[in-house]
């Protein structure tokens, strides 16, 4: 008997009900879906296009592009193994802009869930982190850089308080034999915290991130996507986007203020001189978060935060 096809099955998308509402599918739009994972979002999005409407969807993981391409077979949908950074370039090319363009950032599932990957710090796997699986890995990075170098990106990235003391563990043990695996670099993670802070929850999880963040360059991708993402919007067109982290959230909330922002001009001109007008409008004033029932369902979306603009102009 043939096994009915889930498309969600390689990645449950994060508050799927919640990024419809927000993206308002046109169904003769053009959309991109600048992390396509296992196309859950995109999947959602293709079946309500029509004829006319199309989908560019992308990934830097070639494992992403492969199960999408099985899950979004016979949609309109264009996928591209391409990181969402280049997603200006890629309208462009296509003499396009779009009505909706979407960023699920961070992690996707498969990543997780594949042990080879590295991303895990709960079993033991090569220290890779690459989700492009190309370049640097987390394990160049901890064995090549400087004290004073893993030590910024601990601090940067994870706001690791007890970076300095994890990095002084992290360059003894590599002085003896490289860092090679999670788990060696967990163990030397919770040698370099206190106890206390050892038996209230593990540790790993800001140095985990910041690595992960370095090793695919990704608060400089996200800087360079949301000035394009926004520029690539047809006007009445929705950029929304997914964050995981504090650091993403921060930046998005910024730069969706700076597109909302009108005149800048001071108080105590008595006429506006500059002739800014704001560019965008947020869909909702705070962050949207996922529902209990999500929450109880699935744990990856407890750090969700939702946050969706329109340009207006």
Do not use: W
Not at 103 to 125: M, Q, W
Not at 238 to 243: E, F, H, M, P, S
């Amino acid at each position: 008997m043939e096994t009915k096809y889930d498309p969600y099955a390689y990645h449950r998308p994060i508050m799927l009900d919640a990024v419809m509402q927000d993206l308002a599918v046109k169904p003769d739009g053009i959309y991109l879906d600048g992390t396509v994972g296992g196309g859950g979002h995109s999947h959602a999005i293709a079946t309500r296009l029509t004829a006319g409407g199309h989908l560019y969807a992308l990934d830097q993981d070639p494992d992403a592009i492969a199960a999408a391409a099985r899950r979004l077979a016979g949609l309109p949908v264009t996928l591209i193994h391409s990181n969402f950074a280049s997603l200006r370039q890629i309208l462009e090319q296509q003499n396009t802009k779009a009505d909706g363009i979407l960023l699920d950032l961070g992690v996707s599932s498969h990543e997780l869930d594949e042990t080879s990957r590295g991303f895990s710090y709960h079993r033991d796997a090569p220290l890779d982190m690459r989700m492009s699986q190309t370049g640097r890995s987390a394990a160049d990075l901890v064995n090549t850089l400087s004290a004073d170098a893993l030590v910024d990106i601990l601090f940067r990235y994870g706001e690791e308080k007890y970076a300095r003391t994890i990095v002084n563990r992290i360059v003894a043990a590599r002085e003896q034999k490289p860092i090679e695996t999670t788990l060696e670099l967990a163990e030397l993670i919770k040698q370099g915290v206190p106890a206390k802070v050892r038996r209230d929850k593990n540790p790993c999880k800001k140095t985990f991130q910041a690595l992960r963040i370095a090793v695919n360059d990704e608060m400089n991708c996200l800087r360079i996507a949301l000035q394009d993402a926004f520029e690539m919007l047809k006007v009445g067109g929705r950029l929304v986007i997914l964050t995981f982290h504090s650091l993403e959230d921060r930046m998005v909330k910024q730069a969706f203020a700076e597109y909302c922002t009108g005149c800048t001009c001071p108080s105590s001109f008595p006429i506006c001189v500059c002739g800014k007008q704001p560019r965008g409008q947020l869909i909702h004033r705070k962050p949207v978060t996922a529902s209990e029932t999500e929450l109880q369902e699935n744990a990856r979306s407890h750090s969700a935060r939702l946050r969706s603009i329109q340009k207006i102009r």
